[in-house]
């Protein structure tokens, strides 16, 4: 019987192992997008008929122009890496909640809530495009699958080598990988691997995209300075700042600006 567990293990590792581009990393991924998508998609509906969203003011439009400018820099990216139409099964979507919280998020396949809230501690276009390109980054980098699969793992050490995953079950493990059982929108944090590779991946898409990548490390003291007051921003819970990310931001960012300079962008707003 153990043996056959471990096969069966040894034949999903093998056949669910994929390199994904951005991060060069062979990762275990038991869930495709054709599997994970649909349930966020889903996720993202429910998430904006049970919120206000804003739309056509000056910061809604804000939003979905970052975004649309990100988006395009992730393709310009993978295009010239050789891996055209990697994106084809995201549906970008980008809105703007009415949420004093400070948090924004990105699901898979590219659903996009930024909250009022965090709007003053971006300060500016620069600033919402920081946050913007490291929530796509996840996304970009399938953390939430590859949690999802870490979750599968223990599920088939539980269940004894029965590796036929329903759909019930499978819903379960989406909610508990991003945390959405109960409060919908409410992202579980990613380890501090995930982070940095966030970090890192963001701050080359944005300044691919025209977006100043300096400006990451100024945002993240921002955030940091907001963390000792009366109301934490709650994107600390799930991001949390230090020193070391600061560092890294500041001195990836000249890299950030080669890189944007592959693509013909050598200035930055
Ligand atoms: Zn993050």
């Known amino acids: 019987m153990k043996r056959l567990i471990l096969t069966a293990a040894v034949f999903f590792a093998v056949a669910a192992c994929k390199t994904n581009p951005f991060t060069g990393k062979s990762t275990l991924n038991f869930y495709p997008n054709s599997q994970i998508f649909p ?59 009415n949420d004093e919280t400070v948090n924004a998020w990105c699901m898979p396949g590219g659903k996009i809530v930024f909250y009022t809230g965090i709007l003053p501690i971006a300060e500016s276009e620069t600033g919402i ?30 269940v004894a080598g029965n590796v036929a995953i329903k759909d019930p079950e499978k819903r379960n493990m989406f909610n508990q990988a991003y945390g959405l059982g109960s409060t919908v929108g409410v992202m579980l944090p990613f380890s501090r691997s995930h982070e940095t590779e966030a970090d890192r991946i963001g701050l080359q898409i944005m300044a691919i995209a025209g977006y100043n990548p ?12 907001k963390a000792g007051g009366q109301a934490p921003p709650e994107f600390l819970s799930t991001h949390p700042s230090n020193d070391t990310r600061i560092n890294n931001l500041t001195a990836w960012a000249p890299a950030a600006k080669q890189e944007a300079a592959k693509f013909g962008v050598t200035s930055f707003k």
């Open 39 to 97: 349930m966020a998609f889903a996720q993202y509906d429910q998430f904006l008929n049970e919120n206000k969203v804003i739309t056509g003011t000056s910061e809604a439009e804000m939003i979905t122009r970052v975004g649309q400018r990100i988006a395009t820099a992730a393709e310009r990216w993978l295009d010239a890496n050789g891996y055209p139409g990697y994106l084809k099964d995201y549906k970008w979507e980008y809105n703007l909640v």
């Open 129 to 158: 495009a920081v946050v913007m390109g490291h929530e796509v980054a996840h996304a970009l980098a399938d953390h939430g699958a590859q949690r999802m699969s870490a979750g599968m793992v223990q599920q088939i050490g539980a």
């Open 214 to 225: 300096d400006e990451a490390a100024h945002l993240w003291r921002r955030m940091k300075a």
